[in-house]
């Protein structure tokens, strides 16, 4: 019996008039077609990967997965989930000298060489991170929404976890919306071979060293003379964010957003791979010492977001300052117009740059024979510099609905001297050396 | 705005959990359920829907001279132009033609010339259908995107999908404009929820049903989606026992037998569910086996009895 | 900085002051800024991915949300 009927199914041409009514129904109202589902959307997922490969430095591999599910009622959940892969090399903050420089590794199995004129390197990243993390949002009344979330990320010599929350009140018929947020994190900083002292001596020898040049017991004997001597196996800090925004409907067609920041990182700071050189009067490197960066960095920012809806496209422009107390103070420009190209297609430019000042206790050496001072880096990441960002955009409907995106982007960095005297053989080298990168990504939305 | 607005042609209601705003159109009581407690909005979108019901009954009614159904029944023959939304109705009803086998047939109206369904016992003339019948027949009638040509003698009429068209053209104007408000456009039965509701709620909305011989006004909860009757158990004719329904038969000028005397399917769009539940009722006797094998959810209301699924 | 505070602080007052009378759009008006694309956190992943290659590579992270801790990156 449910065998015939099946079989009638499939034999009738009746069961074909719904399809068939409905598809006429989309052409006549002009509509796409409605979800049978009924209010409950299934999971929307948001799936990425993306290369950033610098020339001769660090490359990276990312994915992301993200799923938003709404429960009804606005009660909405987000699940994200992203692995990044990391290789190549990374600056260490030395100086390049116009002779061959000999480093040991962080964990301290090895020595590595450094061509003439090379900028330092280290060429043994390698890392791999997890992070997950999860976001509730739901009505708190008919005004207001609650949003709250938590957040892992581990990698082998570093973990973080983190809580947030934050509450957004609408005015004005919800032409404005109010926000305030706070977000605490703690972090675990467990580097290779431990917690180095602060300016503890590095592991160096100019010229090709020879193989007994830091000896491996060294690295392992905090007692000695401390050469890469460790105060610790590992040190934290604890990061407190408060968030304050405005969204501002303008107009049919435009809708700002205004950001103000604070942020309170308290603990270990520095950069455990990170070293300065320590360079006599004729420019030649003497001792790499390690970095010391203070114990605590209050930053405030302000961000400006403009979306205005063009007839066919998006223009999306976004300025944000950021000042701390460590004077890193920059000043970013993003922008994005997208442009719809047919019905299901659109092309997107980015553009974006990027300035900062120094850090105060940023300087690109230390000189032999004066006092050291209290803090100090070499990390080009706290010194002087512009970036810029040139990208584009390829995103195409597919799979009734689905989006299926491409981008390409360049970015480069360009460190400048803060008005750093350079003495002797460095003022022939390049101290600065720009970092081009690619960045390439694909996006696949279901 | 003000033009809108004055002189007003409907009224809005502050209920409960919602504002209801009402008016007359295409010979129905017209309402639109807001889920809002603004005044302002409601009154916007009630003017919104009252201006777009107007809109396509004074272009489709087949009673107003000198609109585009009158110059093509008037047309002798002769191309007339047409623009884009008739274009987009017309070959709407081709689909509906050839989905039906030709049962759906728009220009079947002329034989109300012979059937007056008005409850009485008088049934026409075998001449006077025999004469009308070649007068139907959408295969006659030649049409592309810009014009239409209609043989001397026939007429169009978009009763059968004029209101179910019009309630889903003022349900997706309005979902235009207003992006998070559920909106209920309820056209004398013929039903449009333009989203769900917000906490879950379910819309209540009052049919007329009908039970044994008579109308009672039912209440329906709905969530989402379309909502249609085909069938009138008012218009009938009764003679020597046998009851004849309004429901014409286009190949035979005569009533379909034994259909239901209404019909109500849910589907995703007004105007798919009053199709379907026309298309039910021209299948006479087979009518609920037909919308069981379509998956649709229906409710057939027969002579005393009703079948629902 | 604490000028920078001020000023941006004046600048919203101003904004809240003026909203409800001439800024915003009545709820009928709202076709435009529905659409996915017009929402702030359209391309979530990208502006994600976005966050960490700047946070890793320069002095200044946050703005768009919490400038947070999260990675050895930096």
Same mark, same amino acid.
């Given at each position: 019996m449910q065998l015939t009927k099946l079989t009638n199914l499939h034999t009738n041409k009746v069961p074909n008039i719904s399809a068939a009514l409905a598809a006429a129904t989309c052409a006549l109202l002009g509509t796409l077609p409605a979800q049978a589902a009924g209010p409950l959307e299934d999971w929307k997922i948001d799936t990425s990967l993306m290369y950033y490969g610098e020339t001769d430095r660090v490359s990276a591999i990312e994915t992301v997965i993200n799923a938003e599910k709404d429960f009804g009622d606005e009660h909405i959940f987000v699940g994200k989930f992203v692995v990044d892969a990391l290789t190549g090399a990374s600056a260490t903050g030395a100086v390049a000298q116009s002779t061959v420089q000999t480093v040991s590794r962080p964990s301290g199995a090895g020595t590595y060489q450094i061509a003439a004129g090379d900028t330092p390197?280290?060429?043994?990243f390698k890392d791999t991170r997890v992070q997950v993390s999860g976001q509730w949002t739901q009505p708190w009344s008919d005004n207001s929404r609650l949003s709250s979330g938590a957040q892992i990320s581990a990698e082998h010599d570093y973990f973080s976890a983190g809580i947030n929350s934050s509450y957004a009140y609408d005015l004005f018929n919800k032409n404005t919306t109010l926000s305030a947020g706070l977000a605490l994190s703690y972090d675990i900083i467990k580097p290779e071979g431990g917690i180095p002292l602060p300016f503890g001596l590095k592991s160096y020898s100019a @010229?090709? =060293?020879?193989?007994? #040049? @830091?000896?491996?017991d060294a690295y392992e004997n905090d007692d000695d003379d401390g050469i890469d001597a460790r105060r610790a196996d590992n040190d934290n800090k604890t990061t407190v964010d408060l968030l304050f925004g405005l969204t501002q409907v303008i107009n049919r067609r435009m809708l700002m957003q205004f950001n103000l920041g604070y942020s309170m990182v308290d603990g %270990?700071?520095?950069?455990? %791979?990170k070293v300065l050189s320590v360079v006599n009067g004729l420019g030649l490197t003497q001792q790499l010492l390690y970095e010391n960066r203070p114990d605590k960095r209050a930053k405030t920012f302000a961000f400006w977001q403009t979306k205005y809806a063009l007839n066919n496209g998006v223009a999306d422009i976004s300025y944000r300052y950021a000042s701390d107390d460590w004077d890193v103070n920059s000043h970013t420009i993003d922008s994005r117009l997208r442009i719809n190209v047919g019905d299901n297609s659109y092309i997107q430019p980015h553009l974006r740059y990027y300035q900062q000042s120094a850090a105060n206790f940023y300087q690109p050496f230390l000189i032999e024979g004066q006092s050291l001072p209290e803090f100090a880096t070499a990390d080009y990441r706290l010194g002087e510099m512009t970036a810029y960002t040139i990208g584009l955009k390829y995103g195409t409907q597919v799979n009734d609905g689905d989006e299926l995106s491409f981008r390409l982007e360049y970015y480069q960095q360009s460190p400048k001297n803060a008005g750093f005297a350079e003495p002797g053989s460095l003022q022939n080298l390049d101290l600065y050396p720009s970092i081009k990168a690619v960045i390439a990504q694909v996006n696949y939305r279901f | 705005m003000s033009s809108l607005d004055s002189p007003k042609h409907y009224v809005i209601e502050q209920r409960n959990d919602h504002i209801c705003g009402r008016f007359q159109a295409m010979a129905s009581p017209c309402e639109i359920l807001i889920d809002t407690q603004d005044l302002h909005l409601a009154e916007h979108l009630t003017a919104l829907a009252y201006a777009e019901a107007k809109r396509i009954e004074y272009k489709?009614?087949? %009673?107003?001279? =000198?609109?585009p159904v009158d110059v093509i029944n008037r047309s002798q023959g002769t191309p007339v132009g047409i623009d884009e939304e008739t274009w987009r109705l017309l070959q709407f009803a081709q689909t509906c033609f050839e989905l039906s086998d030709g049962m759906f047939?728009?220009?079947? @109206? #002329?034989l109300r010339r012979a059937w007056r369904?008005? =409850?009485?016992?008088?049934l026409p003339s075998a001449q006077l259908v025999a004469q009308l019948l070649p007068l139907v027949g959408w295969q006659k009638v030649r049409f592309d995107a810009s014009s239409i040509t209609l043989p001397t003698g026939m007429e169009l009429d978009f009763g059968g999908i004029g209101k179910e068209y019009a309630v889903d053209c003022v349900a997706k104007l309005l979902t235009q404009n207003t992006v998070d408000t559920s909106v209920v456009v309820n056209f004398g039965g013929d039903i449009q929820v333009t989203q769900p509701r917000q906490h879950g709620q379910r819309w209540q909305i009052g049919i007329e049903s009908l039970q044994g011989y008579q109308y009672i006004a039912k209440l329906l909860s709905i969530h989402s989606g379309g909502l249609a009757t085909s069938g009138d158990a008012r218009r009938y004719l009764l003679k020597d026992g046998v009851r004849y329904s309004h429901i014409l038969n286009p190949k035979t000028g005569y009533p379909v037998r034994d259909a239901p005397r209404s019909i109500t399917v849910a589907a995703d769009h007004c105007v798919q569910a009053g199709l379907l539940a026309t298309l039910a009722l021209l299948q006479g006797a087979a009518a609920e086996d037909f919308l069981a094998k379509q998956h649709v959810k229906y409710w057939s209301f027969r002579h005393t009895d009703h079948h629902a699924q | 900085m604490k000028k920078t505070i001020m000023k941006f602080a004046v600048l919203l007052l101003a904004i809240q002051a003026i909203g409800c009378a001439s800024l915003g759009v009545e709820p009928w008006e709202r076709d435009l800024l529905a659409k996915d694309e017009m929402a702030l956190d359209a391309e979530g992943n990208d502006l994600g991915l976005d966050d960490h290659i700047y946070f890793s590579k320069e002095g200044t992270s946050g703005g768009r949300a919490f400038a947070g801790g999260g990675c050895g990156c930096n």
């Open positions: 390197l280290d060429d043994t @010229g090709p =060293g020879e193989d007994d #040049v @830091g000896d491996d %270990y700071s520095t950069d455990p %791979y | 489709y009614s087949r %009673y107003i001279a =000198g609109n047939d728009i220009s079947s @109206g #002329v369904f008005d =409850g009485s016992d008088k | -």
